[in-house]
């Protein structure tokens, strides 16, 4: 018997425990303080209205013989699918088959699952810093060759810097890459792409027979009128992407799960196309979203859901001026939060990622997450959420500028 040895090459999942090890150890010393959390990549506003009566509806459907429903199609119900086309991709000037959309139970399982797709020898593109799931899963199906823990890389991937040089935005490759993981509104930097970077992304994969995964699970945080939302809003985009997109940060569906992902029919590489094929996958290996948790993400695309939604994403974006304009306004070099729930700041007077997590939980007992974690490029920067509470955000800024 022979495990996947990939695994073995991984290392521990290293920020996320080492934020909870160094923030209970404060709290253990220090009991009579109150930590407040602007670390988390996770919503805390409930679901909305709209949203829970449709579940409620759903869970009373499920009960009664004539409406009882068992396995649904893998793909998603066209009900779904069907306001997916109509409501987020029409208003784009974006014209999709219903059978390009497929449900899903998350972003986060399709970033990883579509690798199922590729063969071992493609060169893969991510973005420095970067969400560690493109990377992780590549490292698991062999694709990213070892791990060097002194400079924190793969030796098989191609780490394209996002830095304040760059406006956080990566610059084409110069030598060809195949697959090329591109996220916007960023995690964890909060950049956007313009139309004109995307469109040199999808004429270089064009050019170069390579795919761009995009993942726009933040699109709903975009504000300002001329950032794209999808991939697709470029011309020529069809033929060379794939897009990720979620509930969870849109709706408010982080514990209740279910995303999409869009693979056009005219996409085509090595002669086979990939909408058939990831078909093929997601009806061998994933059964369907819940009856009633698809019902639940209808809702969103009813007029009252999408107030509701939009309210509490207005929230999140007040949080997120909040935390941009406070640290901004105490001298510290911060970006993103306009479009995006996430504020990338740079550390002052040359600390280190780590140094300056440790300083804030110190002195002004807020947790955020050290930059290093997202990939070398992320050094000498901290990320800082806007998905806590209003009251405790708006705590937590004083608090840091005070230290300041
Ligand atoms: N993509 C990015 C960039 C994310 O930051 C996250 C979650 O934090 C996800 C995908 C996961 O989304 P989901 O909850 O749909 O799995």
């Given at each position: 018997m022979q495990i996947n040895e990939n695994y073995q090459k991984l290392p521990g999942s290293y920020l996320f425990s080492e934020i909870a090890r160094r923030t209970a150890a404060y709290s253990a010393a220090n009991p009579d303080k109150t930590l407040i959390r602007l670390g988390i990549g996770d919503v805390t506003r409930p679901l909305p209205q709209a949203v829970l009566e449709a579940m409620h509806r759903a869970v009373d459907e499920m009960g009664a013989a004539e409406t009882f429903r068992g396995y649904g199609p893998e793909q998603g119900y066209d009900f779904l699918r069907?306001?997916?086309?109509?409501?987020?991709?029409?208003?784009?000037?974006?014209?999709?088959?219903?059978?390009?959309?497929?449900?899903?139970?998350?972003?986060?399982?399709?970033?990883?699952?579509?690798?199922?797709?590729?063969?071992?020898?493609?060169?893969?593109?991510?973005?420095?810093?970067?969400?560690?799931?493109?990377?992780?899963?590549?490292?698991?199906?062999?694709?990213?060759?070892?791990?060097?823990?002194?400079?924190?890389?793969?030796?098989?991937?191609?780490?394209?810097?996002?830095?304040?040089?760059?406006?956080?935005?990566?610059?084409?490759?110069?030598?060809?890459?195949?697959?090329?993981?591109?996220?916007?509104?960023?995690?964890?930097?909060?950049?956007?792409?313009?139309?004109?970077?995307?469109?040199?992304?999808?004429?270089?994969?064009?050019?170069?027979?390579?795919?761009?995964?995009?993942?726009?699970?933040?699109e709903a945080f975009i504000t300002q009128p001329d950032v794209p939302h999808s991939i697709y809003e470029?011309?020529?985009?069809?033929?060379?992407?794939?897009?990720?997109?979620?509930?969870?940060?849109?709706?408010?569906?982080?514990?209740?799960?279910?995303?999409?992902?869009?693979?056009?029919?005219?996409?085509?590489?090595?002669?086979?196309?990939?909408?058939?094929?990831?078909?093929?996958?997601?009806?061998?290996?994933?059964?369907?979203?819940?009856?009633?948790?698809?019902?639940?993400?209808?809702?969103?695309?009813?007029p009252e859901g999408r107030r509701q939604i939009q309210e509490n994403i207005s929230y999140y974006q007040r949080n997120a001026q909040l935390i941009y304009q406070g640290l901004k306004g105490a001298g510290l070099t911060v970006s993103g939060g306009i479009n995006s729930p996430y504020i990338w700041c740079k550390t002052p007077d040359g600390l280190g990622s780590w140094e300056f997590f440790d300083r804030l939980l110190e002195r002004a007992n807020v947790v955020t997450t050290p930059g290093a974690g997202f990939g070398p490029s992320g050094e000498g920067y901290i990320r800082l959420t806007a998905f806590g509470e209003y009251r405790a955000t708006q705590e937590a800024v004083e608090r840091v500028c005070a230290v300041l």
């Open positions: 069907r306001a997916i086309v109509e409501q987020d991709y029409l208003p784009l000037g974006v014209c999709l088959e219903e059978d390009e959309v497929f449900v899903s139970d998350g972003a986060k399982s399709d970033c990883g699952n579509i690798g199922d797709l590729f063969g071992p020898d493609n060169v893969v593109a991510v973005c420095d810093p970067v969400y560690p799931v493109y990377v992780d899963t590549n490292a698991m199906a062999g694709r990213a060759g070892d791990y060097c823990a002194r400079s924190g890389k793969w030796s098989k991937l191609r780490y394209m810097p996002c830095t304040a040089e760059n406006g956080f935005t990566p610059a084409l490759p110069e030598e060809k890459v195949d697959i090329i993981y591109l996220c916007f509104p960023n995690n964890p930097t909060g950049a956007v792409a313009t139309r004109e970077q995307l469109a040199a992304w999808v004429k270089y994969a064009n050019e170069q027979d390579a795919l761009i995964l995009y993942d726009s699970a933040y470029i011309e020529g985009a069809k033929t060379c992407a794939i897009e990720f997109r979620s509930f969870s940060k849109t709706a408010g569906f982080t514990g209740t799960r279910c995303a999409y992902t869009v693979v056009p029919r005219q996409l085509q590489r090595g002669g086979a196309g990939l909408n058939g094929m990831w078909n093929r996958r997601q009806c061998t290996k994933f059964n369907g979203v819940p009856y009633v948790i698809q019902r639940a993400a209808e809702a969103v695309y009813t």
